[in-house]
């Protein structure tokens, strides 16, 4: 069974920063095209950046261009989430999604492993 796991959320203020992290158990992250989403309480989730499983271009949405970066550490299994100068309207849940094709992928339908989610906070 496969375990995305989010880590790294919690309070911060508004200007401030936080990364996310992103690991899984019995995958290799690596080999999987890997999202960033998240959900604000009462809207639908949305894609906040996302990146093939090659090297290659990656997307952010236009709200958090130029204020979050993902990157990937293969060596650790990992794929973080640094978000920096961090807005009120950033407040959500945050999730780590791995899809198996090897494209770049917007949508959360294209997406098979999920994580249980990790809560921003961020106070003005």
């Known amino acids: 069974q496969v375990h995305v796991v989010e880590s790294g959320g919690g309070l911060v203020q508004a200007g401030g920063s936080l990364r996310l992290s992103c690991t899984a158990s019995t995958i290799t ?3 999987y095209a890997i999202g960033w989403f998240r959900q604000a309480q009462g809207k639908e989730r949305e894609v906040v950046a996302c990146m093939p499983s090659a090297v290659g271009q990656t997307y952010y949405a236009s709200a958090i261009k130029d204020r979050f970066t993902i990157e990937r550490d293969n060596n650790k299994n990992t794929v973080t989430l640094q978000m920096n ?33 990790t809560q921003v906070t961020v106070s003005s």
Request: proline share 8%.
């Open 29 to 31: 992250l690596e080999y």
């Open 85 to 117: 100068s961090l807005k009120p309207e950033d407040m959500a849940v945050y999730y780590c999604a791995a899809s198996d094709g090897p494209l770049l992928y917007k949508v959360p339908n294209r997406y098979i492993y999920w994580g249980q989610g």
